[in-house]
């Protein structure tokens, strides 16, 4: 799944109202009671669907980020980071599923 990037087009998104707790969620699920677990298994699921999303939405701004989502996308993942500030901003940056494990355990 990739989205339509355009060149020097920045796209600014409604800031999503303060919720309680954290919420996890793909194409077939939402969850908001969650462990470590079931983050493991919807990055599982990714890696195994092409097509699969994972979004990490917190109840409010954490340093500016709101929600980081991943997909995979011509055999690497694609992290997006939803920031925060006059609406919400998305930026993304495309690793290797190898460089994505390596910046998860520091």
């Known amino acids: 799944m990739k989205l339509p990037f355009k060149k020097r087009k920045e796209v600014v ?4 109202e303060p919720h309680q707790g954290f919420i996890l969620r793909n194409q077939e699920n939402e969850l908001t009671d969650f462990r470590d677990i079931d983050i493991e298994d919807f990055l599982a699921d990714m890696f195994v669907m092409s097509d699969q999303f994972v979004v990490l939405t917190a109840p409010e701004a954490q340093n500016k980020i709101r929600f980081v989502q991943a997909c995979t ?3 690497e993942i694609e992290v997006e980071l939803g920031i ?7 930026f993304y940056k495309m690793c290797s599923e190898e460089d994505a494990i390596i910046q998860a355990a520091n």
Do not use: N, P
């Not at 998104?13 to 999503?16: A, D, E, L, P, S």
């Not at 925060?84 to 998305?90: A, K, M, N, S, V």
């Open 13 to 16: 998104f409604k800031t999503v």
């Open 73 to 75: 996308h011509d055999g």
């Open 84 to 90: 925060e500030g006059g609406g919400t901003r998305l």
